[in-house]
T-cell receptor
């Protein structure tokens, strides 16, 4: 069974540009989470999508946005890139949430570098 | 709001020594607690969850609701345990977003 896949692996952008990151969850998983992993800050929650809807977002500006497609894959868009956006962006998926006791499966991440 | 605190950024021990990685949480409801591990050049993966009360790779963790802690322990550390460890909390009652601590880097010296 294929795990969570993210593309691209690496992305280099110039300040002010837009970046699009993609995530394919494990088959059967309807929830997708996006995290930013910046050096020394751990995993900061960005966005949560479930059944095509944005369910919650973390404490990030509106230029961080995304969507989930009917096949449950997801896109993260970052507009007006700033140098501080350079980080590893992780996507995780989980099954439909029954009781909250759900393991999250992570992708390898997209390393975004803003120059 | 839910919060996870891992007070140690780095924990360095020698092989065979006991290990305890600390995790404290803040959550008003009934939490689900997890430990995730990230070995070098590998993706983040689940190590164990409190609800299953199991031992994985010799690691155990007990949920202490009184102290709001979920410390990860292993009696005898091995070199292959060297990794980044993240404590995570997933709330119930509609707040299912896994919240992670900042992580503790465990280095086990030979």
């Amino acid at each position: 069974e294929a795990g969570v896949t993210q593309s691209p692996t690496h992305l280099i952008k110039t300040r002010g540009q837009q970046a699009t990151l993609r995530c394919s969850p494990i088959s059967g998983h309807t929830s997708v989470y996006w995290y930013q992993q910046a050096l020394g800050l751990g995993l900061q929650f960005l966005l949560w999508y479930d059944e095509g809807e944005e369910r919650n977002r973390g404490n990030f500006p509106p230029r961080f946005s995304g969507r989930q497609f009917p096949n449950y894959s997801s896109e993260l868009n970052v507009n007006a890139l700033e140098l501080e956006d350079s980080a590893l962006y992780l996507c995780a998926s989980s099954q439909d949430i029954p009781m909250g006791n759900t393991e999250a499966f992570f992708g390898q991440g997209t390393r975004l570098t803003v120059v | 709001a839910q919060r996870v605190t891992q007070p140690e950024k780095l924990l360095s021990v020698f092989k065979g020594a006991p290990v305890e990685l600390k995790c404290n949480y803040s959550y008003s409801g009934s939490p689900e607690l997890f430990w995730y591990v990230q070995y070098s050049r590998q993706r983040l993966q689940l190590l164990l969850r409190h609800i299953s009360r199991e031992s994985i790779k010799g690691f155990t963790a007990d949920l202490n609701k009184g102290e709001t802690s979920f410390h990860l322990k292993k009696p005898f550390a091995q070199e292959e345990d060297s990794a980044m460890y993240y404590c995570a909390l997933s709330g119930s009652g509609g707040s299912y977003i896994p919240t992670f601590g900042r992580g503790t880097s465990l280095i086990v010296h030979p």
